[in-house]
């Protein structure tokens, strides 16, 4: 590593900052920012959301959003200020020598148009002589460098009809096309399950390896630093914090923001094996067709719970898909006053079974009973016995609140929707809530721009609440949200289920979390369950190789 | 197997439609007077005459009786002879045909290209000035009604400069048993001032679509990330840009150019055209029941076709309908 630190940087960024320029004056984005990028490095720029990683990102690749300036330092590429070069010169270095991977592999793409072509046409805008049979042959390279499987047929694939982790490859591939010297990756993998995140790490971390290319790599996730960045600039509301050799950094973080930081990540244990016999009867030795404890305890029993997709759609008709099964046989046992982890990647059908136990998706099951009681999930609506008495707490809180309602609105809207009699007491009622979940008063006349991520999401926690639900059942509830508040977050949900003797089902495709917080944890695959047991059992002694695989998939050290 | 589902999906939905409009036209016809009075010379004819006329017609039967028939000729691939100009109904609606076709077609021709452009134009500089005027001269075009846009038309592009004739075919050519306008430089002199009245709101139409089209897929990260891979504005413009906004202003030009098939009436009525919206208001005024049945079947006919033909399309420009559906 020391060797790469001796050469002479390849890009080096000097008192860089950037202002916002809006109708009340100009607020700084970023001030003073100092690193420099060498050769064959990368280079890890880490922060919470609003610490003006990404826009450094895009001062780089030359694409500032509108009403951002560069006020002040420079960026030198090869000794060459890149701020002084006029907008046609900076556009041939975009693609060329500066190429860039986005986060979102859904919509990086252009969907109406073919891999291939999207590829051709970068190579093509790069050397527009280049005959057609030879761009579509760099092309295929391209897709093969970055691990396409059959390159020549994909090639004439839609976006839509490639995984988010072959999506993501293409959009690789298509920043390679330039042969640049450094590839800005913003975010590369966030969107991404673990297993398909170590994939397209080890891509990147190949380029470095064979091309001696440069990344500058942005992200939020201590991991995906850990497991390729050779330094890391630590940064915070725009200023760095703390920057040095990623080795150095991790063992011996100096500020405390950092130290903050790396403490908040949630964190696997796996030593502590503890051999009681704690498991669900059946639950080892035969997985996938776990059998749960008996139904005495539990608040809710689902029994071979399935659901299909394709159904009536003309998705069959052209007989293009034969139905599948989202759900297939799904036993769950939700012990009372306890809280079940379902965990699971993506397509899993994770999220699908709480849609259905909430009432907003119907499916089919032998039995389904809340407190003894049998509930029918064969259509939506109030009749079926769940809607309301399960409530749900979503991923995104900024899309799951109305923008147009005040907190207060917004939640007495579901206070009169549930409430029993018709009480006007309700706001001190919901004033008391938001209080208990680390909200104030002066909170309740706002509108959801005017809060944080952290605070959107207890409003949502608040709102699940004050239906008076039996169950809460949430949904990736942290995925959304910086490190250090979805630490609060979490904890605050265990309290208040406690506290509320809810019951509560966790989805989510972070393990740690799973362990953090759940009793039970049922591992699914495919829309079926592939391991079912007590915390323990599944993150100590399980032998399911699926388990196995996703808690290897996880960076490692985030395991203690 | 599948193809057939959705072909014998789209027959049935068609024959509904028509079964509907039939029984629209015909109690709506029904309802509005007797067409007797619109045949017979009313000054010379004997009550006589008139009971005999009257009994020639059908129309002294009870009306279920008269659609049944009209059914049974239906089957037998007739919609009856015109009341008035004694010609078969539907043959009389085709002759129109060439008309009003060559004044739509021209019309959203004209309107799609340009307000695609004008949305493009717009919807890429966002707040400038440009796109203020784009904005609100379009809600101008739009709001104004079809005939006082079509008299002001008529005014300056006729009256006052007399560059443009202000009514009728001019001359015409043959071609396919049909006349033709737009084939002689005097056609095409005619054509200008009702195309016109008829494009300029769908200009505006298809441009506020634009507009909003283009607006939000350029803030979309695919078009960003063209920029960051180095592609020129007018190549993300026309390659990314444009087929992504098309789905809304297929679907737009699709439905717009039905309705001028079908209603464009009051331009045709102004600019003495004499197309099928023309002759579905005189038969209306005239009571000429056959000649509006085979009116109203061909536009159930066309809007249907036409509806399958934006599906298709759909498909064509849209890979994810393509393969899923």
Same mark, same amino acid.
């Given at each position: 590593?020391?060797?790469?630190?001796?050469?002479?940087?390849?890009?080096?960024?000097?008192?860089?900052?950037?202002?916002?320029?809006?109708?009340?004056?100009?607020?700084?984005?970023?001030?003073?920012?100092?690193?420099?990028?060498?050769?064959?490095?990368?280079?890890?720029?880490?922060?919470?959301?609003?610490?003006?990683?990404?826009?450094?990102?895009?001062?780089?690749?030359?694409?500032?959003?509108?009403?951002?300036?560069?006020?002040?330092?420079?960026?030198?590429?090869?000794?060459?200020?890149?701020?002084?070069?006029?907008?046609?010169?900076?556009?041939?270095?975009?693609?060329?020598?500066?190429?860039?991977?986005?986060?979102?592999?859904?919509?990086?793409?252009?969907?109406?148009?073919?891999?291939?072509?999207?590829?051709?046409?970068?190579?093509?805008?790069?050397?527009?002589?280049?005959?057609?049979?030879?761009?579509?042959?760099?092309?295929?390279?391209?897709?093969?460098?970055?691990?396409?499987?059959?390159?020549?047929?994909?090639?004439?694939?839609?976006?839509?009809?490639?995984?988010?982790?072959?999506?993501?490859?293409?959009?690789?591939?298509?920043?390679?096309?330039?042969?640049?010297?450094?590839?800005?990756?913003?975010?590369?993998?966030?969107?991404?399950?673990?297993?398909?995140?170590?994939?397209?790490?080890?891509?990147?971390?190949?380029?470095?390896?064979?091309?001696?290319?440069?990344?500058?790599?942005?992200?939020?996730?201590?991991?995906?630093?850990?497991?390729?960045?050779?330094?890391?600039?630590?940064?915070?509301?725009?200023?760095?914090?703390?920057?040095?050799?990623?080795?150095?950094?991790?063992?011996?973080?100096?500020?405390?923001?950092?130290?903050?930081?790396?403490?908040?990540?949630?964190?696997?244990?796996?030593?502590?094996?503890?051999?009681?016999?704690?498991?669900?009867?059946?639950?080892?030795?035969?997985?996938?067709?776990?059998?749960?404890?008996?139904?005495?305890?539990?608040?809710?029993?689902?029994?071979?719970?399935?659901?299909?997709?394709?159904?009536?759609?003309?998705?069959?008709?052209?007989?293009?898909?034969?139905?599948?099964?989202?759900?297939?046989?799904?036993?769950?046992?939700?012990?009372?006053?306890?809280?079940?982890?379902?965990?699971?990647?993506?397509?899993?059908?994770?999220?699908?079974?709480?849609?259905?136990?909430?009432?907003?998706?119907?499916?089919?099951?032998?039995?389904?009973?809340?407190?003894?009681?049998?509930?029918?999930?064969?259509?939506?609506?109030?009749?079926?016995?769940?809607?309301?008495?399960?409530?749900?707490?979503?991923?995104?809180?900024?899309?799951?609140?109305?923008?147009?309602?005040?907190?207060?609105?917004?939640?007495?809207?579901?206070?009169?929707?549930?409430?029993?009699?018709?009480?006007?007491?309700?706001?001190?009622?919901?004033?008391?809530?938001?209080?208990?979940?680390?909200?104030?008063?002066?909170?309740?006349?706002?509108?959801?721009?005017?809060?944080?991520?952290?605070?959107?999401?207890?409003?949502?926690?608040?709102?699940?609440?004050?239906?008076?639900?039996?169950?809460?059942?949430?949904?990736?509830?942290?995925?959304?949200?910086?490190?250090?508040?979805?630490?609060?977050?979490?904890?605050?949900?265990?309290?208040?289920?406690?506290?509320?003797?809810?019951?509560?089902?966790?989805?989510?495709?972070?393990?740690?979390?799973?362990?953090?917080?759940?009793?039970?944890?049922?591992?699914?695959?495919?829309?079926?369950?592939?391991?079912?047991?007590?915390?323990?059992?599944?993150?100590?002694?399980?032998?399911?190789?699926?388990?196995?695989?996703?808690?290897?998939?996880?960076?490692?050290?985030?395991?203690? | 197997?599948?193809?057939?589902?959705?072909?014998?999906?789209?027959?049935?939905?068609?024959?509904?439609?028509?079964?509907?409009?039939?029984?629209?036209?015909?109690?709506?016809?029904?309802?509005?007077?007797?067409?007797?009075?619109?045949?017979?010379?009313?000054?010379?004819?004997?009550?006589?005459?008139?009971?005999?006329?009257?009994?020639?017609?059908?129309?002294?039967?009870?009306?279920?009786?008269?659609?049944?028939?009209?059914?049974?000729?239906?089957?037998?691939?007739?919609?009856?002879?015109?009341?008035?100009?004694?010609?078969?109904?539907?043959? %009389? *609606? &085709?002759?129109? @045909?060439?008309?009003? +076709?060559?004044?739509? !077609?021209?019309?959203?021709?004209? #309107?799609? /290209?340009?307000?695609?452009?004008?949305?493009?134009?717009?919807?890429?500089?966002?707040?400038?000035?440009?796109?203020?005027?784009?904005?609100?001269?379009?809600?101008?075009?739009?709001?104004?009604?079809?005939?006082?846009?079509?008299?002001?038309?008529?005014?300056?592009?006729?009256?006052?400069?007399?560059?443009?004739?202000?009514?009728?075919?001019?001359?015409?050519?043959?071609?396919?048993?049909?006349?033709?306008?737009?084939?002689?430089?005097?056609?095409?002199?005619? %054509? *200008? &001032?009702?195309? @016109?009245?008829?494009? +300029?709101?769908?200009? !505006?139409?298809?441009?506020?679509? #634009?507009? /909003?089209?283009?607006?939000?897929?350029?803030?979309?990260?695919?078009?960003?990330?063209?920029?960051?891979?180095?592609?020129?504005?007018?190549?993300?413009?026309?390659?990314?840009?444009?087929?992504?906004?098309?789905?809304?202003?297929?679907?737009?030009?699709?439905?717009?150019?039905?309705?001028?098939?079908?209603?464009?009436?009051?331009?045709?009525?102004?600019?003495?055209?004499?197309?099928?919206?023309?002759?579905?208001?005189?038969?209306?005024?005239?009571?000429?029941?056959? *000649?509006?049945?085979?009116?109203?079947?061909?536009?159930?006919?066309?809007?249907?076709?036409?509806?399958?033909?934006?599906?298709?399309?759909?498909?064509?420009?849209?890979?994810?309908?393509?393969?899923?559906?």
């Amino acid at each position: 590593m020391t060797t790469k630190d001796e050469k002479a940087p390849l890009m080096e960024v000097r008192d860089l900052t950037l202002v916002h320029r809006g109708s009340s004056g100009s607020t700084p984005i970023v001030r003073d920012v100092s690193f420099s990028l060498g050769y064959g490095q990368v280079l890890g720029i880490i922060g919470e959301s609003g610490a003006g990683k990404s826009t450094i990102g895009n001062a780089v690749i030359g694409l500032l959003a509108p009403g951002i300036e560069q006020t002040g330092g420079s960026i030198r590429m090869n000794g060459i200020a890149l701020e002084t070069l006029d907008a046609e010169r900076r556009r041939a270095l975009r693609g060329g020598a500066i190429a860039s991977i986005f986060q979102d592999h859904t919509s990086s793409l252009d969907p109406l148009m073919t891999i291939g072509a999207q590829l051709g046409e970068t190579i093509a805008a790069l050397s527009p002589d280049l005959p057609r049979a030879e761009v579509r042959k760099r092309a295929v390279a391209l897709l093969e460098r970055v691990g396409i499987p059959e390159p020549a047929r994909r090639y004439n694939s839609y976006p839509h009809q490639l995984s988010g982790g072959q999506r993501q490859r293409v959009v690789i591939a298509t920043a390679l096309a330039g042969s640049p010297s450094i590839i800005v990756a913003d975010e590369p993998t966030s969107a991404l399950d673990a297993t398909v995140q170590k994939q397209i790490l080890r891509v990147l971390k190949g380029l470095v390896e064979e091309k001696g290319l440069s990344i500058l790599l942005i992200t939020h996730d201590m991991g995906v630093i850990a497991e390729i960045a050779d330094r890391v600039v630590v940064m915070k509301n725009g200023a760095v914090v703390e920057q040095g050799s990623t080795a150095a950094l991790l063992e011996n973080p100096q500020d405390v923001y950092t130290r903050n930081l790396l403490s908040a990540v949630p964190k696997l244990r796996r030593s502590n094996v503890d051999v009681r016999a704690d498991t669900p009867a059946g639950a080892d030795g035969n997985p996938g067709q776990a059998e749960c404890r008996p139904a005495r305890d539990a608040i809710l029993v689902v029994d071979n719970l399935s659901k299909t997709f394709g159904g009536k759609s003309i998705l069959r008709m052209f007989g293009t898909e034969k139905p599948g099964f989202a759900l297939r046989d799904v036993n769950i046992r939700l012990p009372r006053g306890g809280v079940l982890g379902i965990v699971g990647e993506s397509g899993s059908g994770k999220s699908t079974i709480g849609r259905i136990l909430a009432g907003l998706e119907t499916g089919n099951a032998d039995k389904i009973e809340l407190n003894g009681k049998a509930c029918d999930i064969t259509y939506r609506g109030r009749g079926g016995g769940l809607l309301g008495q399960v409530q749900m707490v979503f991923q995104d809180p900024s899309s799951s609140l109305n923008p147009r309602l005040t907190v207060v609105e917004a939640l007495t809207e579901c206070v009169r929707a549930t409430a029993r009699s018709g009480d006007d007491r309700s706001r001190s009622r919901i004033a008391k809530t938001i209080e208990r979940l680390g909200l104030q008063q002066a909170h309740l006349d706002r509108y959801p721009h005017q809060l944080s991520g952290g605070q959107k999401q207890r409003v949502c926690i608040a709102r699940a609440l004050l239906a008076g639900p039996q169950i809460m059942i949430a949904d990736e509830p942290t995925s959304a949200l910086d490190v250090s508040v979805q630490a609060e977050i979490l904890s605050l949900l265990k309290e208040t289920v406690a506290e509320n003797d809810l019951s509560m089902i966790f989805i989510s495709h972070d393990l740690a979390v799973v362990q953090d917080i759940c009793d039970e944890v049922c591992v699914m695959r495919n829309g079926r369950i592939e391991d079912y047991g007590t915390s323990d059992f599944i993150f100590g002694r399980s032998e399911n190789p699926y388990t196995r695989h996703l808690i290897d998939a996880r960076p490692k050290i985030f395991t203690r | 197997m599948a193809l057939f589902k959705v072909i014998s999906g789209r027959l049935y939905q068609a024959f509904l439609l028509l079964v509907v409009m039939s029984l629209i036209g015909f109690v709506g016809i029904h309802s509005v007077g007797n067409p007797v009075y619109n045949i017979v010379n009313i000054e010379t004819a004997t009550p006589d005459d008139i009971r005999r006329a009257t009994e020639l017609l059908g129309l002294d039967q009870p009306l279920w009786r008269q659609y049944l028939v009209f059914v049974q000729n239906l089957a037998t691939g007739s919609f009856g002879t015109s009341y008035i100009y004694h010609l078969p109904a539907f043959e %009389l *609606v &085709l002759s129109k @045909l060439s008309a009003t +076709i060559e004044l739509a !077609a021209f019309a959203i021709l004209i #309107a799609a /290209a340009a307000g695609t452009g004008l949305g493009l134009l717009a919807g890429t500089r966002p707040g400038t000035l440009v796109d203020r005027m784009v904005v609100i001269v379009t809600v101008y075009a739009l709001s104004v009604p079809s005939f006082w846009l079509s008299m002001m038309l008529v005014l300056f592009g006729a009256v006052m400069t007399g560059w443009f004739p202000s009514g009728g075919r001019g001359s015409t050519v043959d071609l396919f048993g049909w006349e033709w306008s737009f084939l002689t430089a005097d056609g095409l002199k005619h %054509l *200008v &001032l009702p195309v @016109l009245a008829l494009a +300029i709101p769908n200009i !505006a139409l298809i441009a506020r679509l #634009a507009r /909003a089209g283009t607006v939000e897929v350029q803030r979309a990260d695919f078009v960003r990330f063209c920029l960051a891979k180095g592609l020129s504005d007018r190549h993300i413009l026309f390659r990314h840009t444009l087929p992504n906004i098309s789905l809304p202003i297929v679907t737009i030009v699709g439905l717009q150019f039905g309705g001028m098939l079908a209603f464009a009436m009051v331009v045709e009525s102004i600019f003495a055209w004499p197309g099928v919206g023309k002759l579905l208001i005189d038969s209306i005024q005239l009571l000429d029941r056959p *000649v509006v049945m085979a009116t109203l079947t061909f536009v159930a006919i066309t809007f249907v076709a036409l509806n399958a033909i934006v599906d298709l399309l759909y498909a064509v420009l849209d890979p994810r309908v393509r393969i899923s559906a």
